[in-house]
């Protein structure tokens, strides 16, 4: 039986995941490499986001298998709906904390991980 909820937040993740490869590897991961950052920082931070990538991606295919129906496990969609929650929290933090005003559009992450954690635990409900 398909849950739309979870199904919805499977989709959403997944293009997440998209934006974060392809625009986050012209904006982000590129310029990191050109810096002059310490080597050891500077790859250590490049396989940080190649590990955010493989996370994106996986959970995205946890909440389409459990969404269109493929397997039940409510508890892996609660551990991965958590940790996107987790996931928008920090950027929020991050933002609101260490930002200069007007942050919540130039760091707009939270935007995407909030609601696919509230989807996957409204899937649930």
Not at 46 to 66: E, N, P, Q, R
Not at 89 to 101: M, P
Request: hydrophobic share 60%.
């Amino acid at each position: 039986m398909t849950n739309w909820f979870v199904l919805s937040a499977g989709i959403l993740a997944g293009i997440t995941a998209l934006i974060h490869v392809i625009a986050g590897g012209k904006d982000i991961a590129r310029p990191l490499l050109a810096g002059s950052v310490d080597e050891v920082v500077k790859l250590t931070l490049y396989a940080c986001w190649h590990l955010v990538s493989v996370a994106l991606f996986l959970s995205s295919i946890a909440l389409l298998g459990h969404g269109a129906g493929f397997y039940n496990s409510p508890e892996t969609v609660a551990f991965v709906s958590i940790m996107w929650l987790m996931f928008g929290a920090v950027f929020l933090v991050v933002t609101l904390g260490f930002a200069n005003s007007g942050a919540l559009f130039r760091l707009p992450q939270w935007a995407l991980l909030v609601p696919v954690g509230l989807l996957g635990l409204w899937g649930l409900a």
